[in-house]
């Protein structure tokens, strides 16, 4: 496996998996919930890659490891309801917006592993899918639009995220093209499937860092 892959489920780990139970810890010892999110944030820079060796190792330990496929449990699980850090909590009706959409983009990206193997099934959804990922945009500049220029660069660092998102799903169009001439091609559909869903936790991110 890539360098890059690996980060890129260790960074999907922490999203799904991590950041729900940090959250539910902080209820019940805020301090310790704080030390374990700072010790794996800091592992992770550290050695990218660190949190995708350590779920491996779990299942490893557990015998599971050959049960699970990583790619496609990830993305099932990227639908998954919201964890705090991937909510925007500002009340006006733009933000609010693009977190519906980024849950509704996620959703249906979660299904990919239900509906690959049927192929009319499969079409409804990448219709969907080219859908909500344009429904985000949309939503991503009416945010960019009630951004102030200013010194902080907020509205070009969200132009430059916007870019990056766009850059990911034309990949995953591609791929979805090399799928329907090879079907064997399923796992690097997940692996898309999985860069375009982080590329929408990184939108909801970088809203909530610049615009607060």
């Given at each position: 496996?890539?360098?890059?892959?690996?980060?890129?489920?260790?960074?999907?780990?922490?999203?799904?998996?991590?950041?729900?139970?940090?959250?539910?810890?902080?209820?019940?010892?805020?301090?310790?919930?704080?030390?374990?999110?700072?010790?794996?944030?800091?592992?992770?820079?550290?050695?990218?890659?660190?949190?995708?060796?350590?779920?491996?190792?779990?299942?490893?330990?557990?015998?599971?490891?050959?049960?699970f496929d990583i790619s496609e449990t990830l993305l099932?699980?990227?639908?998954?309801?919201?964890?705090?850090?991937?909510?925007?909590?500002?009340?006006?009706?733009?933000?609010?917006?693009?977190?519906?959409?980024?849950?509704?983009?996620?959703?249906?990206?979660?299904?990919?592993?239900?509906?690959?193997?049927?192929?009319?099934?499969?079409?409804?959804?990448?219709?969907?899918?080219?859908?909500?990922?344009?429904?985000?945009?949309?939503?991503?500049?009416?945010?960019?639009?009630?951004?102030?220029?200013?010194?902080?660069?907020?509205?070009?660092?969200?132009?430059?995220?916007?870019?990056?998102?766009?850059?990911?799903?034309?990949?995953?169009?591609?791929?979805?093209?090399?799928?329907?001439?090879?079907?064997?091609?399923?796992?690097?559909?997940f692996l898309s499937a999985n860069y375009l869903t982080?590329?929408?936790?990184?939108?909801?991110?970088?809203?909530?860092?610049?615009?607060?």
């Amino acid at each position: 496996m890539s360098d890059s892959n690996k980060t890129l489920y260790a960074k999907m780990i922490g999203d799904v998996v991590l950041a729900p139970i940090f959250e539910r810890l902080e209820k019940k010892d805020l301090a310790a919930s704080q030390t374990l999110r700072a010790a794996f944030t800091k592992v992770d820079s550290n050695l990218p890659g660190f949190t995708y060796d350590f779920t491996k190792g779990l299942l490893r330990k557990a015998d599971l490891h050959e049960k699970f496929d990583i790619s496609e449990t990830l993305l099932r699980l990227g639908g998954s309801p919201e964890s705090e850090d991937l909510r925007i909590t500002r009340p006006e009706h733009t933000f609010q917006e693009l977190n519906r959409c980024a849950v509704h983009l996620k959703k249906i990206l979660s299904r990919i592993p239900e509906q690959i193997y049927d192929r009319k099934q499969f079409l409804e959804t990448i219709k969907e899918i080219a859908s909500a990922i344009k429904l985000l945009l949309d939503a991503v500049n009416r945010v960019i639009s009630e951004v102030p220029s200013s010194e902080n660069g907020s509205k070009q660092i969200l132009e430059d995220r916007k870019k990056e998102f766009v850059r990911y799903s034309k990949k995953f169009s591609n791929t979805l093209k090399e799928f329907f001439r090879d079907t064997n091609q399923n796992q690097s559909v997940f692996l898309s499937a999985n860069y375009l869903t982080y590329q929408t936790n990184l939108i909801l991110k970088t809203v909530k860092q610049e615009c607060g």
